[in-house]
């Protein structure tokens, strides 16, 4: 809808009204171009009365079960700021490899280091040109791992000895920095962690590059050992600390 009389004031926004929208999402990185699966979204922006140059987007994420028969929604909200740039707000839930495909680098450096997997919703999303991105995350039954040295660095939470799983909580990534507050399993034995973490600098990898303020609350942890019928993940984890 445009205002009525043109030329008489600092043009109006549209409203945009947007139903079953197709969305695929693509990520270009080294090893090629990859595509996420398609998603439909219902859609409705429309400027805000006390800040005419700000979108006020509404999304639903529609999401089909029992192959298709059965719709439910996924509801997010975002304000759009048309002249600076700058994107508040919450998303519809998202898997963390949908995720992927729209987080800033540090985010996605963040994803990979961790190698982080399960459901998650972005429950505040902020994002200024200046400024970078901010991201709070809500986790459920998620799993993360943390490389030891550099020979974990590729390796997935199978291949390392520190790593977590059916995890609920939050994590707030700020730039290189990121707050969490996450209950869970740490090898089938409960744990709490709270605290901060710091992204290393690039080519940087490890424990001895992340850097960790982290309280840990643990029971029933069994202390690793080397012995010939541990794997490899933990006998590497004990000859480190041997060193």
Known sequence: R????????????????????????????????FGGSVQTFFAGAKPMADHPEVYDLRI??????????????????????MTGGAVSGSLPALTLEELRFAAPPEIQRWLDILDLSGS???ET??????????????????RLSVPIDES???????????????????????GHQAQVELQGQFRES?????????LPEEGAS???????????????VP?????PDTDEAEKRFVRRWRR
């Open 206 to 220: 490890g424990l001895a590059g992340i850097g960790l303020e982290l309280a840990v609350s643990a029971t029933q």
């Open 120 to 122: 998650v919703r972005a």
């Open 2 to 33: 445009k205002s009525g009389k043109p030329g008489s004031g600092p043009p109006r926004l549209p409203e945009i009204r947007l139903r079953n929208m197709e969305v695929q999402q693509y990520r270009l990185n080294q090893g090629g171009r």
């Open 152 to 174: 974990e660095a590729d390796a997935g939470s199978s291949g390392r000895y520190i790593w977590f799983s059916n995890l609920a909580g939050t994590i707030l990534f700020d």
């Open 60 to 81: 639903t994420r529609i999401v089909t079960a029992d192959g298709g028969e059965n719709f439910s929604g996924e509801a997010g909200r975002l304000k759009v700021d």
């Open 190 to 198: 409960p744990i709490q962690l709270s605290g901060r973490m710091t």
């Open 223 to 227: 202390l690793p050992r080397n012995d």
């Open 125 to 142: 999303v902020q994002f200024d040109p200046q400024g970078g991105m901010q991201a709070r995350l809500t986790l459920h039954r998620a």
